[in-house]
């Protein structure tokens, strides 16, 4: 029985697969990030 986390999850699943990657690749570029660039540490 789905229930409305899948039906959620499947209408997600349908709009990423309508996205212009190229488009939203371009525009995460511009984003004025303002935090610093680090290293992040592996989990074990």
Request: charge should be negative; charged fraction near 25%.
């Amino acid at each position: 029985m789905p229930t409305i986390f899948d039906e959620l999850l499947e209408r997600f699943h349908a709009y990423l697969a309508g996205v212009d990657h190229d488009l939203l690749a371009d525009e995460v570029a511009r984003i004025g990030w303002n935090m610093p660039v680090r290293p992040l540490e592996p989990r074990a």
